[in-house]
């Protein structure tokens, strides 16, 4: 029932350019399909069955051509360089244009499939027949949801329930009916709360654009729905009725504690304070505005945070985090022992300096088209049982975008749509290059481990962490799948850049998460920015990265506490990495299972894999890195 505020995000890593190949001119690219592709559509009605084949064929060889201008576009995004902003608008266009008309195909083949004649007919000739017939159309991304989900922005049905959670409180309603009452909320509540994360994406996708196409106020809709739910959840969990109601809507220890912290008055404006401040921040990283002063921004957003903490009852705002966002198993001194003992150990920095020196970006900036990406994910089905059917979904409801314009957002990302249809969207920022095979695969981990669990292995938490291995436990298991489809001296060249970005990790994630702990130990009133700025140049300064600052890590603003799980889970990712490969398929398919809802311990036991905090895994790591 509550909105989860994690998204599943990219570490930041340095990315290598491409180089300039020709290309026709940006303004000579085609962006609508063939114009007899209506009549393809309505000829697959025809009542001669092989008729309605044939022109199907034609209807998929229309879209096939469309799609292949996508492909053209992300190989050739660089070409474009001299014109940026027309390649995004013709990026746009060209991706917009093949979904509508991928969508309006995949509703005509589900009607004339519902006949059986015809369904027995295609079944013979089409893979996933099936899967076409039983298509839900209310899950098609570019009809449902880019076009704008029902837009509701009156109160009403918030009131509404405001008035039953007064009256249950005053006994004139019974427990049933004020159920009854709360099921109708629900399903007006999910339209907010799709409108609300469909607002998030859409200014993801387009940074350069203000407005959703929904309306101005789905931000000020989605808190006054938010607050009514709430409130009606803290009444029934204060009342006689609280076992009925945790049994009625199956909720965790976790969910009881978080409903029944309620935030004061001050809390709640400080809690408003931060929200300001982050939605600031990232309005203007995602515009990359220069002449933002983003590290004020940070220090205001200590010192609030820090006022949070003892509101709380805290004394250190990560700790907070560590037990009330992330739900972790291990606190905050065993990380932070963790991570200056990568920090502190000669042979992971000596070893990543060898790793920095050596690397060339000859071969990794080999072009990669969309189409080759997908047909590397369908690699993964070596390694997870249910690729297969996650690509499905994933491809044909449209529920992703690869699109490498610059006025995305750069970070990447899996996030929840719609929490009654969980239909979970992958963001990617390209670069049309093999470097994109790595993030796509670590992004892929994720949306396989939202989707494609074992629901019967449901625990009663969540853990970051355990995702974190989803994401990058694929990441390095798909080096062995490299050479399917790029060439011998690009695959080797993208392993010893997963082996680089492994060691990068290591260091980066254990610097940023130690600057953390420093900047959330200090007294932020007294705290400087010039203090900060010391602090992060020591930490970071074995990375050896020219000009890299804590602004450019938008973690740090919009999920404090977050980075310290790229190491927790990088170190078992690494350790699944070093098994034989039929050993680690195994294990991983253990991890996979068990969701995101079970404990980081319990997991990796299960798995028979040693927890990161055991005495003497680095050691055993580094001589595997070597």
């Known amino acids: 029932m509550k909105k989860r505020l994690i998204l599943l995000v990219s570490l930041v890593l340095p990315l290598s350019s491409c180089s300039l190949i020709g290309f026709n001119s940006i303004d000579k690219v085609k962006v609508n399909i063939d114009s007899n592709f209506s009549f393809y559509l309505d000829k697959m009605k025809s009542t001669s069955l092989e008729e309605s084949y044939q022109n199907y064929l034609f209807a998929v060889k229309a879209l096939d051509e469309q799609y292949q201008k996508i492909d053209d576009l992300l190989v050739n995004k660089n070409a474009y360089s001299s014109s940026i902003n027309k390649y995004n608008e013709i990026s746009e266009k060209v991706n917009l244009e093949y979904f509508k008309n991928h969508d309006e195909f995949l509703i005509t083949l ?5 006949d059986p004649s015809y369904y027995s007919y295609y079944q013979d000739k089409i893979d996933d027949a099936y899967f076409y017939k039983n298509l839900d159309e209310n899950s098609l991304f570019y009809t449902n949801c880019y076009q704008g989900a029902k837009n509701v922005s009156s109160y009403v049905e918030a009131d509404k329930l405001k008035e039953v959670t007064l009256n249950f409180e005053n006994g004139t309603i019974s427990y049933q009916e004020a159920i009854s009452s709360f099921y109708s909320f629900l399903d007006t509540y999910s339209i907010i709360y799709k409108n609300n994360n469909l607002y998030d994406l859409y200014l993801d996708l387009y940074t350069d654009k203000e407005n959703y196409p929904l309306s101005s106020n789905v931000k ?3 808190s006054y729905y938010y607050q009514a739910m709430n409130s009606f959840i803290v009444s029934m969990l204060n009342s006689s009725y609280k076992n009925y109601f945790i ?9 009881v504690i978080y409903y029944l ?24 990283f995602n515009k990359n505005n220069s002449k933002y002063d983003y590290k004020k921004n940070y220090l205001e957003l200590l010192k609030v945070r820090q006022k949070i903490a003892r509101e709380l009852g805290y ?6 985090v560590y037990e009330r966002v992330y739900y972790r198993d291990y606190s905050l001194s065993e990380s932070s022992k963790l991570s200056s003992s990568v920090l502190n150990n000669n042979e992971i920095l000596s070893l990543y300096r060898k790793y920095l020196s050596s690397m060339s970006n000859k071969y990794l900036s080999s072009k990669i088209s969309e189409s080759q990406i997908f047909s590397f994910l369908k690699c993964a089905d070596n390694i997870v049982l249910k690729v297969d059917e996650a690509l499905l979904e994933l491809k044909n409801y449209g529920n992703y975008n690869f699109e490498a314009r610059s006025n995305k957002y750069s970070g990447s990302y899996v996030t929840n749509l719609d929490n009654k249809n969980k239909n979970y969207y992958m963001f990617v920022s390209t670069n049309g290059n093999i470097i994109d095979l790595s993030t796509i695969s670590h992004e892929f981990g994720h949306y396989l481990g939202l989707t494609k669990c074992d629901h019967t292995k449901k625990g009663n938490t969540f853990s970051l962490d355990v995702c974190e291995i989803h994401s990058q436990g694929l990441e390095y298991l ?21 082996k680089y970005e492994a060691l990068w990790a290591l260091v980066s994630s254990s610097a940023i998460s130690s600057f953390e702990e420093y900047a959330y130990s200090q007294d932020a009133q007294t705290l400087t920015i010039s203090d900060l700025d010391m602090m992060f140049n020591t930490l970071s300064s074995n990375l050896y990265t020219n000009g890299m600052t804590y602004t450019d890590i938008p973690h740090i603003y919009i999920q404090p506490g977050y980075y310290i799980s790229y190491l927790v889970s990088l170190i078992p990712s690494l350790e699944l990495y070093a098994m034989d490969l039929n050993q680690a398929i195994k294990a991983y398919n253990v991890i996979i299972d068990y969701g995101e809802t079970n404990s980081l311990s319990f997991v990796l036991e299960k798995a028979g894999i040693k927890s990161p905090f055991e005495e003497g895994v680095i050691n055993t790591l580094i001589d595997n890195l070597k």
């Open 110 to 114: 589900k009607g004339i499939l519902q």
């Open 220 to 222: 000020d809709t989605y």
């Open 247 to 255: 049994g009625d809507f199956s909720l965790t220890e976790e969910d």
């Open 261 to 284: 912290s309620s935030d004061s008055p001050q809390l709640e404006n400080l809690k408003a304070q931060e929200e300001e401040l982050v939605d600031e921040f990232s309005l203007n």
């Open 315 to 320: 004394s250190n705002y990560l700790e907070y």
């Open 478 to 498: 798909m080096t062995n799948y490299y050479s399917k489809i790029l060439d011998s001296k690009s695959s080797q060249a993208l392993i010893n850049y997963q």
